[in-house]
């Protein structure tokens, strides 16, 4: 074999190799010498013409040796640094080495997840993510001049140049430019491929609708937390969080999606179903805006309910605020009024005051009770609204009548007949004082007198008959009636439906208490009755609506001022009407705070928009007339 | 490989072989290169002509390989074909794990693009749908809100019972006559 190596045998001078041929010859005899080469190898049997064994090793000369030993040591050395290179690398420096190549080869994948959309009843999106950029300026990295910067700015930025070149004047880095750039001009701005510009992606909660949710919906303030309305009370359900992924990527930066688990791509499409109607919502806002107009109305609230579930359908309070641009708004406007705010309820209160009594069994439907017009209790004087311009009492009044001319004197008459101390249970009974439970933020509760002192003084009772000396939420009067309407069961209000899936199907409702029975199917009844009747022939004629039964009540209560009594200009306008009165459904509230105007009283500023937001919702939710008119035939073709 | 390379060797460098000093001991008729050195051309001849004549010459024969050396090859030769077979479909798979990684990545960028676009269009189309209810407030827009008084009731009709199916009348006989000239 090693004969096909010839530089092996050129490794030998001819010369060298003749003269050891001859030295061997002279030795000893060729065959004993290739003897053990034969032995050792019997397939190498050649030999050149000397008789040597082709390829035998032969002593090295020393300089040679010299340099073979020069070329080992090179080699060793050579191996030996790299032997220590090696430990270098994979012990000593190895846990340096393997973070540095983690940090180049994995990305923390932060996927696009946007708070959960929330949509109204029809599915319209009332809230919904986008993705919105900040852009912030570096001057000091500019390779123009920041006059070139910001006049290629201003027309994408749609700014004016000065003003651009005055900001970048302003600092060196980290200028903040724009905050909520839409992703069209932040591309825009990426792909002129400027340096010193720095474009950071952020989430945007954007409202379609501006105002006309905001009071229930509320608004995300730029951290990303809900500041009012469900945005706030919902947050741990709208808010998703995904951890960031830590995927290794590709030498071209191409994510290698190994590590990924299943749900990191399959995000949920949930969206938060309100219960609200857009379309009512509408209708609601343009019948307020335009009564508010009219009378110079300093706020006014409109809410409607679904008096069997509690599903709060329009919730409208005016003036509200854009949730898209909530910065430029007072804070006042954030707040829910009808929710936060309690007031006296005044005459909307009569209703509930009558079915306590009833239910108490103090007094029957067919009561009569004699109206002075004016009395005194307890050294204070309470009279009729309407008793000046009639210049005395009505008389004698059923208790129906005395809903129907909202009489307070007969109302006193009326409550005179319980125990003040089981009044007051009942007061505690129908939830006085407490929230309601509603879905919505920050709810307060009404102020009720202590025991002690509502049994203490019988101006208390007589006070409470015609709903003042005690005050509840809007909303809480909303959900009272709402029990009258619900044959005597309250329910709670709330304006989360669920989660519901992009195809309708529901994934999460919220559980709702069970409805609670404060007064019986019969009592509930007769109520209703007497609140009808005061629609068709009392101060709520102008709710009226043809062809339809609706029970309602105005109210019209003096605001209480701080240092005791009440002021008397400044009042609180109500309505509240039930619909459709055989068989109730729906129960609207309609407040006004501070109408101006002498005529501004319940009937004639809450009453005509109670109207229009019914009729509204007769024809969103196809309700049928009670008495229907019947089309004349036509008898001619 | 070896007898090979030293015909070709031996021609050049190495002087004539002595005769005989291979066949000293061998009993079967062999044929034995002489290597003419001045042509450069080997040449084979028979060692005698008569002794041709008188004895058979015995071709060398092939020798069926044993068994085991043939299980051998044959091992040798599936195991080639295997191999082949295996780095080729680690090549295929290899290159399948790089080329599904472009992809996903493609499709990564491709469902968020598609994902940003549908939040786009429903923002889009909501303000729309707010722009024109906002229009349709206007008086003058000519459209006005819902009113029961435009609303047609219609009551449900009765549920009527399907009328009996009536017994097909028998068939009449075919008219025979012609029915016309």
Known sequence: ???????????????????????????????????????????????????????????????????????????????????????????????????????????????????????????????????????????????????????????????????????????????????????????????????????????????????????????????????????????????????????????????????????????????????????????????????????????????????????????????????????QFDLDLFRTWVLTDSYEPGSTFKPINVAIALESGAVSPNDVFYDEGRIEVDGWPIQNSDYNERGGGRGSLSVQEIIQYSSNVGMVHIMESLDPADYYGWLEKIGLGQPTGIDLPFESQGQIKSLEQFVGSPVEPATTAFGHGFSVTAMQLLQLHGALANQGEMVVPHVVRGLYNAEGQAYWRPKLPAPRRLFSPQTAQSVLGMMEVAVQEGTGESAQILGYRIAGKTGTAQKPSPDGGYYESARITSFVSILPAESPRYVVLVVIDEPQGEDAYGSTVAAPIARGVMEALIAIEGIPPSQPQVVEEPTEY | MTAALRSNVSSRRFPPRQPGSYAGGSKVAQFQPSIERRSGQSQLQPIGSQAAVRQTVQLPTQAANPLWLRALTFAQRTSTVVTFSLVASALAVYGWTVYSQQLWGKEYDRLDALQRQERQLTAATEVLKDRMAQEAEDPASGLSIPDPTHAIFLQPAPLTEPAPVQAAPAPQPIQTAPLGY
Request: proline letters at 6%.
């Open chain 1, 1 to 327: 074999m090693a004969i096909s190596f010839p530089p092996f045998r050129n490794f030998r001078s001819r010369k060298a190799a003749e003269k050891e041929g001859q030295r061997l010859r002279g030795g000893q005899s060729a065959s004993a010498l290739t003897q053990p080469s034969l032995k050792r190898s019997p397939q190498r049997g050649l030999e050149d013409g000397s008789g040597r064994e082709i390829g035998e090793r032969s002593p090295i000369s020393p300089s040679n040796r010299s340099r073979l030993l020069a070329v080992w040591g090179v080699l060793m050395i050579g191996g030996a640094g790299l032997a220590l290179n090696l430990v270098r690398l994979q012990i000593v420096q190895a846990p340096m080495l393997r973070q540095r190549a983690e940090n180049q080869q994995t990305v923390a994948l932060r996927p696009f997840v946007p708070r959960r959309p929330i949509i109204d009843r029809q599915g319209n999106v009332v809230a919904i993510d986008e993705p919105a950029h900040t852009l912030y300026a570096h001057p000091f990295l500019f390779q123009q001049s920041r006059q070139e910067m910001a006049t290629q700015l201003a027309p994408i930025l749609n700014r004016p140049k000065q003003e651009l070149f005055q900001l970048f004047s302003s600092s060196d880095s980290g200028i903040r430019v724009e905050y909520d750039l839409p992703e069209e001009t932040a591309n825009r701005i990426t792909n002129l491929g400027l340096d010193g510009l720095e474009l950071e992606r952020h989430q945007q909660r954007f409202y379609p609708q501006q105002d006309l949710f905001a009071t229930v919906v509320g608004y995300v303030n730029t951290e990303r937390q809900g500041q009012a309305g469900l945005e706030y009370s919902q947050q741990s359900i709208l808010e998703r969080s995904i951890e960031p992924v830590q995927v290794s990527r590709a030498g071209d930066g191409a994510i290698i999606p190994d590590e990924l688990s299943g749900s990191f791509l399959h995000q949920d499409d949930l969206q938060l179903q309100i219960t609200l109607d857009g379309r009512l919502q509408r209708a609601t806002r343009l019948a307020l805006e335009q009564q508010m107009q009219q009378f110079g109305a300093k706020r006014g609230a409109v809410m409607v309910m679904d008096v069997q579930t509690g599903e709060i359908l329009s919730m409208v309070t005016e003036p509200s605020y854009d949730p898209n641009q909530y910065y």
